[in-house]
C-alpha cells in the first residue's frame, strides 16, 4: 500500500488559481500511475485528471481541460494539480489517488485506483 496525504485546498475567488500537491509514502512512488478525483456537494465523485509513471502521459476530464495541470515530481514524490481559471462549478474536495494496474493505459474510474488519500477542500467564490 501507499499513504496519500493532499494539500494546497482553499478558498479563492473565480477566475483564480489553486495547486494542488499529493505526498506519497509507503511504495516505489515512480512505479505507479496517479490520479486526482473530486467530489462537490451533493454530487458524486468524478475523475479530473491522471498521470503515467514519469508523467509523460496524462488525461483529463473534458470540464478541466485547458484550465487544469497535473503534474509528478518523482524525486520528491508528490503529484501536483494546478488549477487556473477556477469556476464555482469546481468547488469540492480534491482526492489524489494511485494506480498500481500494469501497463500504460490511465484511467478515469475510481475502482481502478488502489490507495486514496483523505482529501483536501477547495472552494471557488463567485
Known amino acids: 500500500q501507499v499513504q496519500l496525504v493532499e494539500s494546497g485546498g482553499g478558498l479563492v475567488q473565480a477566475g483564480g488559481s489553486l495547486r494542488l500537491s499529493c505526498a506519497a509514502s509507503?511504495?516505489?512512488?515512480?512505479?505507479?500511475?496517479m490520479g486526482w478525483f473530486r467530489q462537490g456537494p451533493g454530487k458524486e465523485r468524478e475523475f479530473v485528471a491522471a498521470t503515467g509513471w514519469n508523467g509523460g502521459g496524462t488525461k483529463y476530464a473534458d470540464s478541466v481541460r485547458g484550465r487544469f495541470t497535473i503534474s509528478r515530481d518523482n524525486s520528491k514524490n508528490t503529484v501536483y494539480l494546478q488549477m487556473n481559471s477556477l469556476k464555482p462549478e469546481d468547488t469540492a474536495v480534491y482526492y489524489c489517488?494511485?494506480?498500481?494496474?500494469?501497463?500504460?493505459?490511465?484511467?478515469?474510474?475510481?475502482?481502478?485506483?488502489?490507495?486514496w488519500g483523505q482529501g483536501t477542500q477547495a472552494t471557488v467564490s463567485s
Open positions: 489517488a494511485a494506480d498500481f494496474r500494469p501497463g500504460l493505459a490511465l484511467s478515469d474510474l475510481g475502482d481502478d485506483y488502489d490507495s
Open positions: 509507503g511504495r516505489t512512488f515512480r512505479r505507479y500511475k
